[in-house]
């Protein structure tokens, strides 16, 4: 035996592939005690306050606002006095110039926008950090480059700005949905106020600071946190366009408040997609893009492939594969560069989850979770998987927004088309098979907004993105998204 076969033969063989924590250090994040609203340029002390706290310890972050019906007013008075005093009227080639500060801005504090973003909402930092700062960036950058653009994009019509936009977003995507708001509406030369979500304020009052830095006119942007009462005053107030995105409960609320009254909507709520497998694809490839579909950001995303349809010649393969694949999965700590799975949000979507998932364990179907030991405080939830699924249970009907899957079987295209579209919600869906005509029949007949081919949860600015039925209506990227932000005369 030679000296190196020698050496060789005393490396101990690894029994296991675990990984040491690597966790993204915090402190690049200075987060202040107390935050108020973000008016006309101005950071004005809340009269009522409330705690936002991190979901993976329960700990309190900081004292946050709760906007009055009179602070919510304030703000929309800011955001006109700003539109009526120069923004509407400022050249598209000036209004690009802010855009694109911005954009740069997200570019060099994205690892502090990102911790922030896992922190205050759960999701794994490389989510965070490898998705939603830049996509949010691009977003800026995009709609940057249509700003003096407007007459190209809609040609024989003559764009103007609608005026002060009332936008409102959820807690799933904040940094990401702040951006696909208000790029759009500052490149037509609106101006905003934006109400981010209850229970994840943080990153848009740090964006706040961005505001600042790239020197836009004070009251462009305004900012003011809150509940749902603060969210109702604004659709109430005098605002010319609202933008929600959300549940579909709150949504037709929504619409039915502002019926009659002229304002401009979209809305962007719920989902239930069908992730489609056909016997002839890449097989390894659709498993993680069902993983991807559905384990991505908790499950917390509203176009999530939360129901998967598998041809039946191969429904125990892609059933085999797909819980091995979860196996392998870790779940804990969100500042943890390994981390794939982070903490449900709040309490109240933990319960939620757990409810539907108690309801389809009594409904007859077989639940599986891989093994894990999920961490004593914060929220959490194990990556689950359904299969004796039937199209009557609630599992596979009402959007649970979690990391849980629902699988059910098909045997032709028609009959996958016919339980794919058996649901009140359109907004995504996706398709997996090597044979690209078979790709255009499903997508002309799948009732969703948006069909993935291949893949899944795959986005891009210049891409429009909505739903049918009752995920809403309005488009938001590409030119589509301008567009409910402008008149024509």
């Known amino acids: 035996m030679t000296e190196l076969e020698r050496k060789q033969s005393q490396v101990p063989v690894p029994s296991g592939w ?6 993204e250090a915090r402190d690049i994040v200075q987060i202040e005690d107390r935050y108020g609203h973000f008016v006309g340029g101005e950071w004005l002390e809340p009269r009522e306050t409330y705690t936002t706290i991190s979901p993976a310890s329960e700990e309190p972050l900081a004292e946050v606002g709760q906007a009055t019906p009179e602070e919510v007013r304030g703000a929309i008075e800011a955001a006109r006095a700003a539109f009526e005093n120069g923004w509407s009227a ?14 740069r801005i997200f570019q060099e504090r994205s690892r502090e926008l990102a911790v922030l973003e896992s922190l205050n909402g759960g999701k794994p930092i490389k989510e965070s950090r490898d998705v939603d700062l830049p996509l949010a960036a691009a977003h800026f950058f995009y709609y940057a ?13 003559r764009p103007r700005p609608v005026g002060v936009a009332g936008q409102i977003i959820p807690w799933n995507f904040p940094l990401l949905m702040l951006a696909w708001k208000i790029a759009p509406a500052l490149a037509a030369g609106n101006t905003v106020v934006l109400k981010p979500a209850e229970t994840t304020p943080l990153t848009a009052l740090l964006f706040c600071d961005v505001v600042r830095q790239a020197e836009l006119p004070a009251g ?3 900012i003011v946190t809150g509940d749902g009462r603060a969210g109702a005053e604004l659709v109430k107030g005098a605002v010319d366009k609202v933008a929600f995105t959300g549940s579909t409960e709150v949504g037709k609320a929504i619409q039915r408040e502002l019926a009659g009254s002229g304002k401009r909507l979209t809305l962007e709520l719920g989902g239930k997609a069908a992730n489609i497998v056909f016997d002839d694809c890449a097989l390894d490839q659709a498993v993680e893009g069902i993983v991807n579909g559905i384990y991505f950001n908790q499950g917390h995303v509203c176009c999530a492939g939360s129901r998967l349809f598998v041809q039946e010649s191969i429904y125990e393969d892609v059933v085999k594969k797909l819980k091995r694949r979860m196996g392998t999965l870790r779940v804990g700590d969100p500042l ?3 981390t794939d799975v982070g903490a449900i949000n709040s309490r109240a979507q933990l319960e939620k989850i757990r409810e539907l998932v108690a309801s389809g364990e009594e409904e007859g179907a077989e639940v599986y979770q891989p093994p894990c030991r999920l961490p ?9 998987v359904f299969t004796d699924v039937a199209q009557s249970y609630r599992v596979a009907q009402e959007e649970i ?15 996958a088309i016919e339980k794919a579209n058996n649901t009140p919600y359109g907004l995504s869906a ?8 078979r790709i255009l029949w499903m997508a002309e007949r799948l009732r969703a907004g948006v069909v993935w081919a291949n893949t899944y949860n795959r986005f891009d600015p210049a891409s429009p993105f909505g739903g049918y039925k009752e995920s809403g209506f309005g488009r938001e990227g590409g030119r589509h998204g301008l567009e409910p932000y402008l008149e024509f005369d």
């Open 336 to 338: 943890d560069k390994n």
């Open 90 to 103: 400022l050249p598209g080639s000036e209004r690009a110039k802010y855009l694109f500060r911005i954009a």
């Open 430 to 437: 996706g398709v997996w098979t090597e044979k690209g005509s």
């Open 220 to 222: 462009v942007v305004n």
């Open 401 to 415: 927004f979690g990391p849980v899957l629902s699988v059910l079987t098909f045997r032709t295209p028609a009959e």
């Open 376 to 384: 004593e405080k914060g929220y959490w939830f194990a990556p689950t």
């Open 18 to 23: 675990d990984y040491a924590p690597a966790p």
């Open 145 to 157: 480059g249509w700003a003096d653009k407007l007459e190209y994009a809609f040609p024989n019509r």
